[in-house]
């Protein structure tokens, strides 16, 4: 009934860009929260940046100045502009949302919604 789609993640060298966008699906009422978080091979998931409806953007210290978080709300859309990458960067991507929604007549609310993934890979 709601999902979160992923796009733009890919091989990139050290040092390139990548943009990736994140967009919620379905009858969406309000999104309070919508992120970016990323997981390496062996290690645990972790933030990488988060926007909310009051207008707080978090980064986590390892991309700040170098990834920047938008978002669309007419889109109910969030996007990831990531300079500078390095090999560290390698990792997939989760979109994660906080939202409302209607099912039918009944307005549901999600906490932690997360999508597929989509997999960023910088070479060195």
């Known amino acids: 009934q709601v999902q979160l789609v992923e796009s733009g993640g890919g091989l990139v060298q050290a040092g390139g860009s990548l943009n990736l966008s994140c967009a919620a699906s379905?009858?969406?009422?309000?999104?309070?929260?919508m992120g970016w978080y990323r997981q390496a091979p062996g290690k645990q998931r972790e933030l990488v940046a988060v926007?909310?409806?009051?207008?707080?953007?978090t980064y986590a210290d390892s991309v700040r100045g170098r990834f920047t978080i938008s978002t669309d709300n007419a889109k109910n859309t969030v996007y990831l502009q990531m300079n500078s990458l390095k090999p560290e960067d390698t990792a997939v991507y989760y979109c994660?949302?906080?939202?409302?929604?209607?099912?039918?007549?009944?307005?549901?609310?999600?906490?932690?919604?997360w999508g597929k993934g989509t997999l960023v890979a910088v070479s060195s």
């Open positions: 379905g009858r969406i009422e309000s999104i309070s929260a």
């Open positions: 926007s909310t409806s009051s207008g707080s953007i």
């Open positions: 994660n949302a906080d939202l409302r929604f209607y099912s039918g007549v009944v307005l549901r609310t999600v906490t932690s919604l």
